[in-house]
């Protein structure tokens, strides 16, 4: 029933995706230091669709504090060297 939540979804392609990124619509941001609010969820089938999202694409709004969430294998290693490559400090 809408989208009360004011989330959106990208896929790198459909339907034989490689990875899903839920996250806050840019036009929803009112605090960039709330990590809380600009949380992200993450899945992939595909480690190097991951990687390609965080290194050659906009999809994470480096600029602001954010919260992601995901399980998969190698998630928090291709954040942190992408953050590293971006020369930001990853908590």
Do not use: I
């Amino acid at each position: 029933r809408g989208n009360p939540a004011a989330h959106e979804v990208l896929v790198d392609s459909w339907p034989n995706f490689g990875v899903v990124l839920t996250r806050l619509r840019p036009e929803e941001h009112r605090d960039p230091g709330d990590f809380y609010a600009n949380q992200l969820t993450v899945y992939y089938r595909d480690e190097g669709a991951w990687r390609a999202l965080l290194e050659g694409t906009e999809a994470v709004g480096w600029t602001r504090a954010f919260k992601m969430q995901g399980m998969q294998e190698g998630m928090y290693e291709a954040v942190r060297q992408a953050a590293d490559a971006k020369g930001l400090r990853l908590e």
